[in-house]
């Protein structure tokens, strides 16, 4: 089988001093210029980072190949150098077949045309012929499913009018080679799941996918292999299910206690401050993991700086090692109470043991007031503590005696009643 | 589409490595099967684009890829086609505009420099010749500015897709064509009033002369969008200097009126050669100084040479500045 993308060694540098003079003026370029002209130049801006280093993978044809990342890994630059928006350092890649990206929906919309005419319009953007148009706009129109509206002028759309339509037409973009950049993060849950279903069936006829998400259940289900970029290296290159898990275990580096000892740069506004989160067992000693059986809790620390009219209190939300959430819990029964005083309070949530599944644990932490309906996160930290839930298998947790994979969020410990009724 | 696959994979096959020898190979020979396999056939249409891209670091060199430029055309006349349908949405006139702008201009022209001024402007009625002036010194105005801000203002698809940039600031000149197309009449019935008509073996080298602005104006268009991809200066330093250009291109005046060392001078802008060498044309004034037209002509070469390498050589860091 031959390759659809080959890279070899492919580098992208970036001058730091460069990017900054992108947002400054002419003058302060021509100083520059002139200081390092008569030696008088600071040596503060020739610094560089490499956003991506000898990167080198090949795809090949018909499959679709996931790439994650943090955010600032290098995942961005390798599209954008891929799709020939920006050109590379070092290196080399080819790629053979007709190729369309997507890194974004609706590029080159144009509020004043009409629906139909920006349909032309972000067609021939994407890269398609103008028969080719011509012959899916009824496609098109029906997939957007706002066929009235085809002759308004799009700046009289919703938002949600507007991606569905843009959307539509780059579910159309049928290329051999297709490089997508967190495109399917747009529209209601319904129109996703619909293009989801889209780039299912593409990749099922054959097609190379190159494909960047921050959605790991996304990866795992769309992928035949997986690619784990971290400052512009490759780390891991393989089974999308290994590398997720490899690459979500790692971002749980940060600890299962995290602490600001200033409060000029907690989380915070001017009623909140987080100073601290931990993750504890029932003896209130820190832990990283924690026995399915026993209870977890997290500890909070944050300071009220002022007297407000309702009380602040702490929320935290649990998500699995795939990302999703597993649940979203908050102190009702500070929340019931009068307002809160200013000064250090310690509110601690205690998971309750067998409810969790196994593997790593993310925790976002917010400390929250309530003006009903709208709930206001004071001070937050998103992935602030994380902990790991292990089984010994004794055979008394939810899994029994069964030692595979068992999966789910959470794993509660049901009651069974079974009964021989024959 | 099973078939489709199957084929692609024996095919594949032989030609399966991952050396740069065998990827160099596969760029000489597009393996044949590619034309035949697609079972549907209201897409064969797609084939023909189907092609291999090495990328590597921006040479040096600059240098203009017209097969990629083709390649994109399609693109080119969308982008052009949007300029055109948008320019005068939502105006209460619409494109109107385009014959009143420089049908008011003339007008308060004649009015200030040929009423009480009194400029000199030699045989031809002095309304004539500053519509004569006014309507490619307005195209000049118009294509010069969009092409400067062509790159900035088409952000959105510098930063997110793929195609030559020169398509920018080149379809930026194109489209105030359809402008000036459409003031013409103003220029025809200035001239049935006054009853000057032009030379008829003159007239066919005017659109020549409109070819020299839009040379000049592409040129000048690449320099400056490629400066306005890093700083945002250019569009305090435009209006400044196209206020003072019309006075030192005689549109307002009859050039051959001012002394000659003065018109040597003169020459060094394209665009008085543009104006003057229209008057020639359309109006049947007297024949263009040919040496001071090769002056403008390369002036206006110099400079659209240089502004497309100078563009070309940054262009491959358009999307990392802007």
């Known amino acids: ?422 | 589409m099973e078939a489709h696959a199957a084929i692609v994979r024996c095919a594949g096959q032989t030609g399966a490595s991952s050396s740069i020898a065998a990827v160099s190979q596969t760029q000489l020979e597009p393996p044949p099967e590619e034309i035949i396999v697609d079972p549907r056939d209201d897409e064969a249409h797609l084939q023909p684009d189907r092609r291999t891209v090495v990328i590597r670091p921006a040479s040096r060199w600059p240098h203009l890829d017209v097969r990629e430029l083709w390649h994109y055309r399609e693109l080119m006349f969308r982008l052009v086609w949007r300029d055109v349908v948008v320019r005068y949405k939502q105006t209460f006139l619409g494109v109107t505009w385009a014959v009143l702008v420089p049908a008011l201009t003339t007008g308060v022209y004649v009015i200030v420099f040929g009423k009480f001024a009194n400029f000199p402007h030699g045989n031809t009625a002095y309304p004539a010749l500053t519509a004569a002036g006014v309507i490619p010194m307005q195209y000049f105005t118009s294509a010069l500015t969009s092409s400067s801000t062509s790159l900035v203002s088409n952000l959105q698809l510098v930063t997110k897709v793929y195609f030559p940039r020169v398509l920018l600031p080149l379809g930026a000149v194109v489209v105030p064509l359809f402008d000036l197309i459409v003031a013409l009449p103003v220029l025809l019935v200035l001239m049935a009033v006054y009853d000057t008509w032009p030379d008829s073996a003159a007239v066919a080298t005017a659109p020549a002369f409109l070819a020299l602005a839009v040379v000049t104006a592409l040129g000048i268009g690449f320099l400056l969008s490629t400066f306005a991809a890093r700083w945002r200066d250019v569009p305090y330093m435009l209006p400044v200097f196209l206020q003072v250009l019309p006075l030192v291109s005689g549109v307002m005046y009859a050039l051959d009126q001012i002394p000659t060392k003065w018109q040597w001078i003169f020459s060094l802008n394209p665009m008085s050669g543009v104006i003057a060498g229209w008057r020639w044309a359309l109006l049947g004034e007297a024949e263009p100084n040919w040496g001071q037209m090769t002056v403008s002509v390369s002036v206006a070469l110099s400079l659209f040479v240089l502004g497309l390498a100078i563009f070309r050589s940054f262009e491959p860091r358009f999307a990392d500045t802007i």
């Not at chain 1, 602030?384 to 030692?403: K, M, Q, Y």
Request: hydrophobic share 40%.
């Open chain 1, 1 to 422: 089988m031959s390759n659809a993308i080959e890279v070899q060694d492919l580098s992208k540098r970036y001058r730091l001093g460069q990017m900054q003079a992108a947002y400054g003026t002419l003058r302060d370029s021509l100083t520059r210029t002139a200081a390092r002209l008569t030696g008088h130049e600071q040596g503060h801006n020739r610094e560089e980072i490499w956003a991506l280093r000898d990167v080198s993978f090949t795809v090949r044809e018909g499959e679709v190949l996931g790439v994650i990342g943090r955010n600032g890994a290098g995942k961005s630059t390798l599209l954008k150098v891929l799709t020939r928006i920006t050109s590379p350092t070092s290196g080399r890649a080819v790629i053979r077949g007709r190729v369309g990206s997507l890194l974004e929906v609706g590029t080159g919309f144009n509020s004043e045309l009409t629906g139909r005419e920006n349909v032309f319009l972000n067609g021939s953007i994407l890269g398609m012929k103008r028969r080719e148009i011509q012959r899916k706009l009824d496609d098109i129109i029906e997939f957007s499913g706002i066929e009235k509206f085809m002759d308004t002028p799009v700046k009289r759309y919703s938002s949600g009018m507007y991606v569905r339509l843009a959307f539509s037409v780059a579910a159309h973009l049928e290329p051999e080679i297709l490089l997508v950049d967190e495109v399917l993060a747009v529209g209601d849950a319904e129109f996703q799941q619909r293009c989801l279903g889209r780039m299912e069936t593409f990749s099922g006829t054959g097609r190379t996918v190159l494909f960047v998400s921050h959605n790991m259940q996304t990866i795992n289900q769309l992928c035949d292999r997986a690619i784990w970029i971290d400052g512009g290296r490759i780390v891991e290159d393989g089974d999308p299910s290994d590398v997720v898990t490899h690459y979500l275990r790692s971002s749980y580096a940060t600890g299962s206690q995290i602490s600001w000892p200033d409060d000029k740069t907690a989380p915070g506004d001017d009623l909140a401050r987080l100073l601290a989160v931990r993750v504890i067992d029932e003896a209130g000693d820190v832990v990283e993991t924690i026995d399915v059986r026993e209870p977890v809790g997290i500890e909070m620390r944050f300071r009220v700086l002022r007297d407000d009219l309702q009380p602040v209190f702490a929320k935290i939300r649990v998500l699995d090692r795939q990302g999703d959430i597993a649940f979203n819990a908050m102190d009702t029964r500070t929340q019931a109470e009068g307002p809160s005083a200013p000064g250090v309070y310690v509110s601690t949530a205690w998971i309750p043991p067998n409810l969790l599944n196994e593997g790593p644990q993310r925790v976002d932490v917010a400390v929250c007031t309530l003006y009903a309906p709208k709930l206001h996160q004071r001070a937050q930290r998103y992935e602030a503590v994380t902990f790991t839930v292990f089984d010994p298998g004794d055979g008394d947790s939810a899994r029994g005696l069964f030692t595979g994979d068992l999966r789910g969020t959470v794993r509660p410990l049901l009651e069974w009643s079974v009964e021989r009724i024959d």
